[in-house]
């Protein structure tokens, strides 16, 4: 009867063992272990500022650990970041990811802490920088300017251009003479033609304007004959009249538009002895800027040499104390590493089929044991107590 009942026990319970392992949703479980050095410790020494940083941890990360859960490794200095699911491949990246999240966290941390400790003096670097540049293209055009053969050289192209524009000027001055004197021959030619001399050779339109006023020359002489001869209503007289009016004005005609073209002509010329005057007038301007800003380099250079040695060292002694903020800020940085990866688990951590069939194999022999131990005991606890109340003649009735 024992044996069946042990028989019976253990059919349970590797049974239930094999229901657990056959139909119960499977847990995976994959961890990364991360190395922790801290630049700077609180009081309480590494084991206190663990501990509030693995609060600190959980409470800016919550989003970015997904459910991953964050542990201290007793007697290491080392954290595990734990990820359990049903899929192996889910929890072995909630974990790298977790694991990545705190080095990210740990060097945002670094360098927001940098930022702040290193602010103004990087603003004093970059400022010293740019003076020193400044000073230093200063330095470059002020010896530029007062390189003696490289002035000499500019000095003597400008004083040839120079010259070229003088001598235009004059030349230019001369067409404008020119054109002037044109300008007062066809003003007479228009108001005055009987005054006129010797055409001169720049007539325009010349041969139209010669031919025109010997017409009218030819004209006016003849009614000047007639009137010598006969009356004014004489026929002849009158023809010749008319014979004047009309050369008259072709002559008139023709002396506009020559006078239009002598016009134009002393125009463009009055323009162009400006625009030669204008050059002359800034090649002068530019020499004798040459000449200043060469006495300006010659007494300026000392001056910005001078100045540039006491940029370039407080420069260079606030460059030295950012380094040894950013040297000192680098041994007092926190550093987080990853160690161990997370790998994706070739098993789940439940259920176990081992452990199932070992409690469902030996819960059972447990039991029947016990049961094995105290189950004698109980008939002989009643014999006992049957032959007591026999010798005492007293019975369960008489109890009653």
Known sequence: MRFLSLILLLAVGLGAAWGVCRFATPRYEARCECEVAFGHQAEGGFE??????????????????????????????????????????????RATSAAEALVAYTEKANASRF????????????????????????????????????QAS?????????????????????????????????????????????????????????????AWSAARSR???????????????????????????????????????????LTAAQNQLKAFRRTASGLRAELEGMSLRATEASGGIERLQEEKRVTREMYEEALKK???????????????????????????????SRIAYAVGGGLPVLLWILWGILWPSAPRHRHRHHHRNFHTGSTDGDLV
């Open 322 to 352: 950012e380094n040894e903020m950013r040297v000192a800020a680098g041994q007092d940085a926190d550093h987080v590493r990853v160690v161990r990866a997370a790998s994706v688990p070739s098993k789940p951590v439940f259920p176990d």
């Open 223 to 265: 009614l000047a004959n007639l009137r010598a001869k006969y009356t004014e209503e004489h026929p002849e007289v009158e023809i010749a009249k008319k014979m004047l009016v009309s050369t008259a004005k072709q002559f008139a005609d023709v002396i506009v538009g020559a006078s239009a073209v002598a016009d134009s002509n």
């Open 48 to 93: 206190e500022n663990l501990n509030t940083r693995l609060e600190v941890w959980r409470a800016e990360l919550a989003g970015e650990l997904a459910g991953a859960e964050i542990e201290r490794v007793p007697r290491s200095r080392l954290v595990s970041v734990t990820a359990r699911g049903a899929s192996g491949e889910d929890v072995a990246a």
């Open 115 to 150: 930022s702040k400790a290193t602010t103004q003096i990087s603003a004093e670097v970059e400022r010293l920088r740019e003076a020193d540049e400044r000073i230093t293209q200063k330095l470059l055009a002020l010896r530029t300017a007062s390189a003696t053969d490289a």
């Open 154 to 214: 500019e000095r003597r192209l400008l004083e040839q251009s120079l010259a070229q524009a003088t001598a235009n000027i004059l030349e230019q001055e001369k067409r404008v003479r020119e054109a002037e004197m044109l300008a007062s021959f066809m003003e007479v030619a228009r108001t005055r033609p009987g005054d006129l001399g010797a055409f001169p050779s720049s007539v325009p339109k010349e041969s139209e304007v010669r031919r025109s006023h010997a």
